[in-house]
């Protein structure tokens, strides 16, 4: 191993960017884990990879003393000053081994330390490349389905959109592609791995995102969603614009954006709410479809509303299996309390 390895760790500082010093330095340290191994840990050597010509050199650091009672530590007096006429009794002295029964080991340690550095670097880089899709919506192409999991690819990365993140449907899709949203990115040994999902209820808002151009644009708001996934949410809007109406922007011509939204959740519906920093107005609202008669704040402090319903309105209101008022709830902060309206 020579100027073959120098050429090596050029090539590799100008394709990535990984200083030539920085390896040079990670070869001599695992080259002398690697000796010490090999050769025993007793000996005190230095491992130095000349700069140039990328020859390796071992030296044994060894105490000059009158006599020599330890020779993997110490040399004579009279040995050192072959070396260096102008060492004395207690200094150290670098004596030059040999290297030929450490030549092959010398060239796998030097190859697997590049190669490992690489593949860290590799994993550095995509790392930072896909931490830009945290918090966005992406398209994933499905790679197999297992009862547990859907195996996906987002870019260069595969994934896993396990049972838990998954719409009732989506291990049954015939679909080779699937929107999903990326909620983080982590790090393992096998590099960074995408962490997605198709129930996080931000997976509706960047729906919205792409659907509809008001939302994007930030003329309708999304002010909250609360989501039962595969089911049903609710989303409260607002507009910025007073000529624009939020729910009939969301909507859309014959209803065709809010229906793109639906039939990427697998069907899930949708009501629209329209947001209200006037909280009964607000709770009134977000119980749609239902009728409402009145509205009473009970405990301000505490949250606390009673909603009074005529008494045809009570399931809806209720919801099946509770599930309406229970996404109200969610979705405005309040504790409500359905009662139907006694008619004497």
């Not at 009158?66 to 050192?80: L, M, R």
């Not at 989506?170 to 679909?175: F, G, I, M, P």
């Not at 999304?222 to 729910?247: F, H």
């Not at 909280?279 to 405990?299: G, R, T």
Request: glycine content about 4%; some cysteine.
């Amino acid at each position: 191993m020579n100027i073959n390895l120098i050429e090596a760790i050029e090539q590799i500082e100008e394709e990535k960017h990984i200083p030539k010093e920085e390896l040079l330095q990670m070869i001599e340290a695992a080259l002398l884990s690697a000796y010490r191994k090999n050769f025993g840990n007793s000996r005190n050597v230095e491992i130095k990879i000349d700069r140039l010509s990328g020859d390796i050199n071992i030296y044994q650091l060894l105490n000059v003393v009158e006599e020599v009672k330890e020779p993997d530590i110490e040399i004579s007096i009279g040995d050192a000053h072959i070396i260096d006429p102008n060492v004395g009794v207690g200094d150290i002295i670098k004596k030059k081994a040999e290297i030929s029964a450490f030549r092959r080991i010398a060239a796998q340690t030097a190859k697997q330390v590049l190669i490992q550095r690489l593949r860290e670097v590799e994993k550095q880089m995509l790392f930072e490349e896909y931490s830009n899709f945290v918090d966005k919506l992406v398209t994933a192409e499905i790679i197999r389905i297992t009862p547990n999991r859907i195996d996906v690819r987002v870019g260069r990365l595969e994934t896993h959109l396990l049972k838990k993140s998954q719409l009732p449907g989506d291990s049954s899709s015939r679909r080779s592609r699937l929107k999903v949203y990326v909620q983080d990115i982590i790090k393992n040994t096998k590099g960074p791995l995408l962490i997605v999902s198709r129930t996080h209820p931000k997976l509706v808002e960047k729906l919205f995102e792409l659907e509809i151009p008001e939302v994007e644009e930030g003329i309708v708001k999304i002010m909250r969603i609360a989501r039962e996934a595969g089911y049903r949410s609710k989303v409260a809007v607002s507009s910025t614009n007073p000529d624009v109406d939020p729910i009939g922007a969301c909507i859309g011509e014959r209803g065709s954006r809010i229906f793109n939204v639906m039939r990427e959740l697998n069907g899930e519906k949708i009501d629209l709410v329209r947001y209200s920093s006037d909280p009964v107005k607000y709770v009134s609202n977000a119980l749609s479809p239902a009728k409402i008669v009145e509205v009473m704040i009970l405990n301000e402090e505490n949250r606390e509303m009673r909603v009074i319903v005529p008494p045809n309105q009570l399931s809806l209101a209720i919801g099946k299996q509770g599930q309406n008022v229970r996404l109200a709830v969610k979705l405005t902060g309040w504790k409500i309390d359905i009662k139907s309206l006694e008619i004497e």
